[in-house]
């Protein structure tokens, strides 16, 4: 028996765009499985999640991984929000997710999800200077030098602890505008994909605060000729991946153009000023897919059309996205009838 350290993490109840909250408790270790780490509660006047009278909120665990900024044995905790009397509380977004997860279990969908973000250091992109604007994009996508990069060490932190939490990260790059990165996770299942996207998050703000470097998952961080950052959510089913699949990629992308508007809904606040048609998207007002095509709605990847088995790309997704929500509207639009 030894005491650990275990950093609850849940969503908040903000609107339109939950934020992440965390708290430390110290359990009884070693933990090696769910059911060893106690439920626990917080005030949820303080959250959004809560009035002031009845302020109780409870936290259930749904996974842990390995703490990788803290000692060996101690643990990051995903957390489902719940009322006190265990009912599942509105801001989780979750709980839907493990309902649909499991109704359309059969049809194995998996997800990797493509995180943009921005580093700013006093009101500014890094990369940025004090006043006026950087050289225009072209040479910061996946480039090298001081001139060009701004934030790998923070980047490479991250990439660190994210592996050593377990993570499933599929690769990490720079991306167009300066001061901007990407990482993936996946591909995975749905709640694996959306619980290890938003530890990934929380690692990366975590981290931030030991440079001086907040992260943003504004869809826009800077207005104009300056690329926005988004959520790439790559998807398959069992039926896409075997041999013939495409056929089941294209069926998919008509489903998805007849739901565009209820997608669109739970794709992340202020995504219309992403979604312009410029900077390698497609008009939040249109819906189109191609192969290739990164200015479609959804990419078909030229990997897929070639092996006519494989995957899609919804392009659609802001960085600031829910994918817990985003996870259970792709699946029932797809594997729904
Ligand atoms: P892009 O070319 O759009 O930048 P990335 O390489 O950044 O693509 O991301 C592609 C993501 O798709 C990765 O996370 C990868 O793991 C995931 N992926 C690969 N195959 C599948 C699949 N069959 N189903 C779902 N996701 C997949
Ligand atoms: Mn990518
Ligand atoms: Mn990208
Ligand atoms: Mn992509």
Redo the contacts with the bound molecule.
């Keep these: 028996m030894k005491t650990i350290k275990a950093e609850y993490i849940w969503l908040d109840g903000q609107k339109p765009t939950a934020e992440l909250r965390s708290k430390t408790k110290i359990i009884e270790g070693p933990v090696t499985k769910l059911a060893q780490i106690p439920d626990w509660g917080f005030d949820g006047s303080s959250t959004e999640q809560a009035e002031g009278r009845f302020s109780d909120c409870a936290l259930k665990p749904v996974s842990f991984f390995p703490d990788p900024l803290r000692e060996e044995g101690d643990i990051l905790v995903m957390c489902e929000v719940m009322h006190a009397d265990g009912s599942v509380h509105e801001s989780n977004s979750r709980a839907r997710l493990r309902k649909i997860a499991k109704k359309y279990a059969s049809a194995a969908p998996?997800?990797?999800?493509?995180q943009e973000y921005t580093l700013f250091r006093d009101g500014k992109p890094l990369g940025f200077p004090e006043k006026g604007f950087p050289a225009p994009q072209g040479p910061y996508y996946c480039g090298v030098g001081a001139h060009h990069i701004f934030g790998r060490e923070l980047v490479e932190d991250h990439l660190e602890a994210s592996l050593r939490a377990g993570l499933k990260v599929?690769?990490v790059?720079a991306e167009v505008m300066p001061g901007q990165w990407?990482f993936?996770?996946?591909?995975l299942g749905p709640l694996e994909v959306a619980d290890q996207l938003w530890l990934g998050r929380w690692l990366l703000h975590q981290l931030g605060e030991e440079y001086g470097i907040s992260v943003t998952l504004s869809p826009k961080p800077v207005q104009g000729d300056w690329n926005g950052a988004g959520g790439?959510v790559?998807?398959?089913t069992k039926a896409?991946?075997k041999p013939g699949g495409i056929k089941a990629v294209e069926a998919a992308c008509k489903k998805l153009e007849r739901k565009h508007q209820d997608h669109i809904e739970v794709y992340g606040a202020g995504n219309e000023k992403r979604l312009t048609g410029k900077h390698e998207t497609c008009s939040i007002h249109e819906f189109r897919f191609g192969v290739s095509d990164r200015g479609a709605s959804i990419?078909i990847?030229m990997s897929t059309a070639q092996k006519k088995s494989?995957?899609l790309?919804d392009r659609r997704p802001a960085a600031n996205m829910d994918p817990y929500k985003v996870c259970a509207r792709l699946i029932e639009t797809v594997c729904g009838k």
Aim: hydrophobic residues 25%; aromatic residues 16%.
């Design positions: 998996w997800f990797g999800i493509e599929s690769g790059n990407e993936q996770i996946g591909p790439h790559n998807f398959s896409m991946r990419r990847p494989g995957y790309e």
